[in-house]
């Protein structure tokens, strides 16, 4: 009964910016933890940036200084902010989130992913 829905990968150069939207939905209490995670192709799914609800983010050191997570406790939505991206970027980037649902147990629940491709 919760949903995480992300939106705003594509094609970009290097060098170029995206922006990558998440919202949760459904029988929710409390959004504790959120973050995004990347699976390049043919490795496994790293985290990349996370963000307390409280506002305090960490980051992967690759990508420190070029992106920034940011959420809005509001709309039970989360951003990424993708600046300088680099080939090496490329990978589906999937939206991760620690809920507390309205019968008061604490699960993980992951969204389906948005591509993001970096062409050189």
């Known amino acids: 009964q919760v949903q995480l829905v992300e939106s705003g990968g594509g094609l970009v150069q290097a060098g170029g910016s995206l922006r990558l939207s998440c919202t949760a939905s459904?029988?929710?209490?409390?959004?504790?933890?959120m973050d995004w995670y990347r699976q390049a192709p043919g490795k496994q799914r790293d985290l990349v940036a996370a963000?307390?609800?409280?506002?305090?983010?960490t980051y992967v050191d690759s990508v420190k200084d070029r992106f920034t997570i940011s959420r809005d406790n509001a709309k039970n939505t989360v951003y990424l902010q993708l600046n300088s991206l680099k080939p090496e970027d490329t990978g589906v980037y999937y939206c991760?989130?620690?809920?507390?649902?309205?019968?008061?147990?604490?699960?993980?629940?992951w969204g389906r992913g948005t591509q993001v491709t970096v062409s050189s």
């Open positions: 991760h989130a620690s809920i507390v649902t309205i019968r008061q147990y604490e699960a993980s629940f």
């Open positions: 459904g029988s929710i209490f409390k959004i504790n933890v």
């Open positions: 963000i307390t609800s409280s506002g305090r983010s």
